[in-house]
């Protein structure tokens, strides 16, 4: 017998209560779980402590092997259209500090942890329009309802789209479309993600989990060490991306923050960029 013992894995009912206050999870009996990124309940607001949450969600589901596929999605009508009014509060009060915090370190820790840590395939359920979507984007299947509409707001708002986004319009919209795309605000509506090859699947928004929930029985019918080999191979492209610009767009868009002095979010402009890309494609 070893000299020592296996550090304990993290426990289903204790970080289901730890991440409650931004995901609803829930866990079949085969392993699959589902997690519903909520604010007090509804669509997403975006904030300084959710941000750090998902990287903190995604490196715990990965270190769990009592999970083996993951579900991700958003609650309400929206995935994310809104920022918690006082979410940036820590940010306006140490920029320096946050802006390594909570957007570099937190930032690309969210994006690398999903595709490094989570050795499980990965489903990610669109629910509803989102500027942050990403996330759901890079997941290894995703679907999307019917009414959602995907647009980079960063570059309307006087921000460098250097966070992430970049590297996942790169990657599935092809260097001429995605350039496009960041520097317009263009808003990409489900029919065109589904044509332009960003989205498996679209489906009215009531039958999302239903159909989620069905590729997950199809996927989770072969062998574990079937599946969870299977997403070494096909997360090769997004791993090669982010190796290669994620953390470089990371800096230079805290770079840009730093040189002007602004905080990295500001309602204000936030709300602005919706309109100012409206205004290119009225």
């Known amino acids: 017998m070893s000299l020592t013992q296996f550090v304990p894995t993290p426990k289903f009912e204790d970080y289901k209560e730890r991440f409650k206050e931004h995901f609803k999870l829930e866990r079949r009996a085969d392993g699959v779980i589902l997690a519903q990124a909520h604010t007090i309940g509804g669509s997403i607001q975006l904030s300084v402590e959710n941000h750090r949450a998902l990287g903190q969600l995604f490196k715990t589901i990965g270190a769990d092997p009592e999970n083996e596929l993951l579900i991700l ?41 999903l595709i490094n840590d989570l050795e499980i395939p990965t489903i990610g359920v669109l629910n509803g329009s989102g500027g942050r979507a990403e996330i759901c984007l890079m997941c290894d299947i995703t679907i999307c309802a019917e009414d959602a509409i995907i647009f ?25 479309r995605a350039a496009y795309v960041l520097l317009t ?24 989990l ?3 929930w069905k590729l997950a029985d199809h996927i989770m019918s072969q062998p574990r060490v079937t599946r969870r080999l299977t997403t070494q191979i096909i997360r090769r492209p997004w791993k090669r991306r982010i190796t290669d610009d994620l953390d470089s767009g990371f800096g230079i868009q805290m770079f840009c923050h730093l040189a002007k002095n602004e905080a990295i ?8 960029a919706a309109a100012s890309a409206k205004k290119v494609f009225d």
């Open 73 to 113: 999605t958003g609650s309400g009508k929206d995935f994310m259209m809104s920022i918690d009014p006082e979410g940036f509060a820590l940010e306006k009060e140490n920029l320096q500090h946050w802006a390594y915090e909570y957007a570099y370190k937190d930032g690309r820790t969210n994006v690398s942890s």
């Open 152 to 176: 980079d707001p960063h570059f309307n708002m006087g921000s460098v789209p250097g966070d992430g986004i970049h590297s996942c319009f790169q990657e599935l919209l092809g260097v001429k």
């Open 185 to 208: 605000g263009q808003p990409i509506d489900a029919k065109q993600a589904l044509e332009y090859g960003m989205v498996n699947e679209v489906l009215p928004r009531g039958q999302l």
């Open 210 to 212: 239903t159909r989620a």
């Open 265 to 272: 979010h500001d309602n204000a402009r936030a709300a602005s």
